[in-house]
Nanobody, 115 residues
Framework: QVQVVESGGGLVQAGGSLRLSCVASGSIFSINDMGWFRQAPGKQRELVATITSGGQNYADSVKGRFTISRDSAKNTVFLQMNSLKPEDTAVYYC??????????WGQGTQVTVSS
């Protein structure tokens, strides 16, 4: 069993910054990729950023503002979010894909950006 726990969400004014963290634990031999997704009210869940050994991938809407990074030794992924906009308001979810290609999701952390 694999557990995924996010932290770091909160309320911030437009233009501000937040840093999300996600830790995976449990029956992990190796991780293929880790990533962040978000879901705003009334909208579908969408990709924000992912990271593998080969590099990072970002949604166009966050390029230049968000940075994903990873501490492989601690099975942890971070999302540094700068220049936040009200449209970034959503529940942010962490997804971990392990060597079996199974995906595990966290419970989500709320990010609210006020104008």
């Amino acid at each position: 069993q694999v557990q995924v726990v996010e932290s770091g969400g909160g309320l911030v004014q437009a233009g501000g910054s937040l840093r999300l963290s996600c830790v995976a634990s449990g029956s992990i031999f190796s991780i293929n990729d880790m990533g962040w997704f978000r879901q705003a009210p009334g909208k579908q869940r969408e990709l924000v950023a992912t990271i593998t050994s080969g590099g990072q991938n970002y949604a166009d809407s966050v390029k230049g503002r968000f940075t994903i990074s990873r501490d492989s030794a601690k099975n942890t992924v971070f999302l540094q979010m700068n220049s936040l906009k009200p449209e970034d308001t959503a529940v942010y979810y962490c997804r971990v894909t392990i060597w079996t290609r199974n995906e595990y999701w966290g419970q989500g952390t709320q990010v609210t950006v006020s104008s």
